[in-house]
């Protein structure tokens, strides 16, 4: 008699104990903030994001990058006291993106929520700026056609850019997370700025955000 009441005891329990293993699994999906470090094959880059999340673990929100880029021919040596020395800095070209993000999170039903692998689609304006360093003297030895093409008067251009790329978020505790994701960003200005039109870059971006996951 007790065996049986023992048993009909656990048969009532087990649907509350799968719908509470049920609510534990569901993938967590909030606001996300913070900051980001982009090293670029150009340059690196610093900034900030914010998300707001969508049905379907997607992700909108806004990313502003400051980007410092270097010449396309820049090289650093060190002399024989140790002191870096830079040839064929022309140029002091500052890139600054603002962009709209659409985040969408892959495998969310299979993997854990602490490693979160998405794609990333962003585009909007970048705005681009270039003062020209004095270095008149090593400017003097370029060939003529180099010279025609560096500017030597500071530069301001406005522009559009557009990229993508895939990445993984990892859950350090609940609120934040570590992202990695290489990614590819498309900047063509209408005018040459620091001698080029073209300044698209293969990226590798670090973010270290905070989820907003809680009521």
Known sequence: MKSGIVFLMLISLIPSLVMAQYEESVPLHGKEYGAGITLAMAGFGLGGFYRIPLPGYFHVGMNLDFYMMRDENEFTYYDYWGYPRQINKFNRLFIIPLSV?????????????????????????????????????????????????????????????????????????????????????????????????????????????????KP
């Open 101 to 213: 993000e659409l985040k969408k999170r892959f495998f969310y039903d299979n993997i854990e929520d602490d490693f979160r692998p998405y794609f990333v689609g962003l585009g909007g304006i970048t705005f681009g700026m270039n003062f020209p360093n004095n270095n008149d003297l090593e400017f003097s030895y370029l060939p003529p056609e180099e010279q025609a093409r560096l500017p030597r008067e500071n530069e301001y251009q406005i522009s559009l850019n557009i990229g993508f790329g895939i990445g993984i978020d990892v859950t350090t505790n609940q609120d934040y997370f570590l992202s990695l994701r290489p990614q590819y960003r498309f900047i063509y200005f209408p005018q040459p700025i620091a001698g080029e039109t073209n300044h698209s870059n293969f990226e590798i971006r670090l973010e270290l955000g905070r989820r907003l996951v």
